[in-house]
C-alpha cells in the first residue's frame, strides 16, 4: 500500500522559534514530487512546498525548507522564525497517478 | 474573487436525504479534483475530471455518490439517501493538467455536511 504517515498528530512552537514537522512515506514510484500543503482553521488548504524525489538538493520557500532522505522515505518539514499566522493543519503528500494522497496532517499551535 | 467556490458552504440534513454539491474552478483549470475529509483524517480522494471526462472514482465513492462536470466546467457532487457516516467536509481542487502532475492542486474552502 501507498501511504504517507505523519507520526506527530500536533505540535507547539514558541513564536519566533523553529519546528520540524515529520513524515514518510511508502511509495513504488522511482520518480514522483513530495509536498507540503498548509490548511488555515476555516480557510482553504494551500500549497506551502514541493520537492521533486529526483531532485537531491533539499527545496525552500522562505522560512520553509525541507529535509527530504529519499532512501529513507523521509520528508521533514522545517519552519524558521515561527509566526502566529503559521498556525494550520500541515499535510505531508505525495502524487500518483494524477492526484494527491495525503497524510492525516499536525496541528501546529504557535505560542506567543 | 477567482479561486475555487465552493457552494453551499454548510449543510445539516436529515438521514435519508439527498444533498448536492457545486464547485466552481478556476476558470482556466481543466482538471477538478473532489476529495472527503473527516475530522482529525487528512482529504481523501473522491474522483477527479479532465475537462468533462470523470478519468477516476475511488473506492470510497459508493453507488450513492455521483459526480459530475457537465461541459468541463463547474461540478456537482450529488450523495443520495445520506447516512451519517457521510458527514464530513467535501473538499473540491483544480488545477491545469501540468501543475497537477506536480501537485499544485488549488483548493477551495469546502461544504460541510452534516447528517443528522
Known amino acids: 500500500a501507498q501511504t504517507v504517515t505523519q507520526s506527530q498528530p500536533e505540535m507547539s512552537v514558541q513564536e519566533a522559534e523553529t519546528v520540524t514537522l515529520s513524515c514518510t512515506y511508502d511509495?513504488?514510484?522511482?520518480?514522483?514530487?513530495l509536498f507540503w500543503y498548509k490548511q488555515p482553521p476555516s480557510r482553504q488548504m494551500i500549497l506551502v512546498i514541493r520537492?521533486?524525489?529526483?531532485?537531491?538538493q533539499n527545496a525552500t520557500e522562505n522560512r520553509f525548507s525541507v529535509n527530504f532522505q529519499k532512501a529513507a522515505k523521509s520528508f521533514s518539514l522545517k519552519i524558521s522564525d515561527s509566526q502566529l499566522g503559521d498556525a494550520a493543519m500541515y499535510f505531508c503528500a505525495y502524487n500518483r497517478d494524477d492526484k494527491i494522497i495525503f497524510g492525516k496532517g499536525t496541528r501546529l499551535h504557535i505560542l506567543p | 474573487d477567482t479561486g475555487v467556490s465552493q457552494n453551499p458552504r454548510h449543510k445539516i440534513t436529515k438521514r435519508g436525504q439527498n444533498v448536492t454539491f457545486r464547485c466552481d474552478p478556476i476558470s482556466e483549470h481543466n482538471r477538478l479534483y473532489w476529495y472527503r475529509q473527516t475530522l482529525g483524517q487528512g482529504p481523501e480522494f473522491l474522483t477527479y475530471f479532465q475537462n468533462e471526462a470523470q478519468l477516476e472514482k475511488s473506492r470510497l465513492l459508493s453507488d450513492r455518490f455521483s459526480a459530475e462536470r457537465p461541459k468541463g466546467s463547474f461540478s456537482t457532487l450529488e450523495i443520495q439517501r445520506t447516512e451519517q457516516g457521510d458527514s464530513a467536509m467535501y473538499l473540491c481542487a483544480s488545477s491545469i493538467t501540468v501543475s497537477a502532475n506536480t501537485g499544485e492542486l488549488f483548493f477551495g474552502e469546502g461544504s460541510r455536511l452534516t447528517v443528522l
Open positions: 511509495t513504488s514510484e522511482s520518480d514522483y514530487y
Open positions: 520537492q521533486e524525489a529526483y531532485k537531491q
